[in-house]
């Protein structure tokens, strides 16, 4: 009940902002269950959404991911990156989508995805250099 005072209390844009988050990583937990590789491939804007102006900062949009990522079960790191380039796309911010493997020698296989914008990692940034990217998809608005 706390968070859902803490969510009645937000500014109206705020609130917008974290329910469009939680339907995309939503609505990409459910492609990549479908679908993973055409999840991956496929642009996530739809082309006949005009990108809008950059209506948000880029740590309120990754804040408000992360924050639907914990809602959403099974919400691994591609989930939040493809729904994270998605929004960034749709609120006008390029970036990029990161996927790559654990370059590590003796190291269990494993992979990572995170999101750039220019210099920035702004989602799955914790560990990402341990990972040699495999794939990277740039987006434009």
Known sequence: MNKLRRFVSMPLADQFLLLEAFCSVAANRVRLSISPARAIRERRSSPRVRP????????????????????????TCLTQA??????????????S?????????????????????????????????????LLIREERP
């Open 97 to 133: 989508l990161h996927i790559g493997v654990d370059k590590g020698p003796g190291r269990p296989f494993g992979a990572h995805a995170w999101v750039r914008c220019g210099d920035r990692v702004m989602i799955g940034g914790d560990d990402s250099e341990r990972y040699a990217p």
């Open 82 to 95: 493809l729904a994270l380039q998605a929004l960034l796309t749709r609120h006008g911010h390029a970036s």
């Open 52 to 75: 809008r102006l950059a209506t948000y900062q880029l740590d309120r949009i990754a804040g408000a991911v992360r924050i639907a990522g914990r809602y959403v079960p099974a919400a």
